[in-house]
Nanobody, 128 residues
Framework: VQLQASGGGLVQAGDSLRVSCAASIRGRIFSGYGMGWFRQAPGKEREFVARVGWNNDATTYADSVKGRFTISRDNTKNMVYLQMNSLKLEDTAVYYC????????????????????WGQGTLVTVSS
């Protein structure tokens, strides 16, 4: 599995931005993976942002982004998206998409250890 994140950039506080993740998979269908987004700010540990189940039926969000961010996936395109609204300065980070090969549920599984594959990250910078 190869994951390629894109769509990051420089935005102002209060703006919206959508980051995307393209998955390249062999031997297994994309819907067989639970998919998540994480982020890592400078000097901080990588933290969970959101997770989506195999058919968009279930999602989990970190409290810090709940109500502002929306995760979704398109299994026909092998894509995962993170729509970020009302961005705040503290949302500045490198955003990583990740694939969980052992569960396609959208519930819980927020620790990095649950994820088997990681993309390279895309930088989101929120300015005042």
């Amino acid at each position: 599995v190869q994951l390629q994140a894109s769509g990051g950039g420089l935005v102002q506080a209060g703006d919206s931005l959508r980051v995307s993740c393209a998955a390249s998979i062999r031997g297994r269908i994309f819907s067989g993976y639970g998919m998540g987004w994480f982020r890592q700010a400078p000097g901080k540990e990588r933290e969970f942002v959101a997770r989506v189940g195999w058919n968009n039926d279930a999602t989990t969000y970190a409290d810090s982004v709940k109500g502002r961010f929306t995760i979704s996936r398109d299994n026909t395109k092998n894509m995962v998206y993170l729509q970020m609204n009302s961005l705040k300065l503290e949302d500045t980070a490198v955003y990583y998409c990740a694939a969980d090969a052992h569960s396609r549920s959208g519930r819980a599984r927020t620790a990095t250890d649950f994820y088997d594959y990681w993309g390279q990250g895309t930088l989101v910078t929120v300015s005042s």
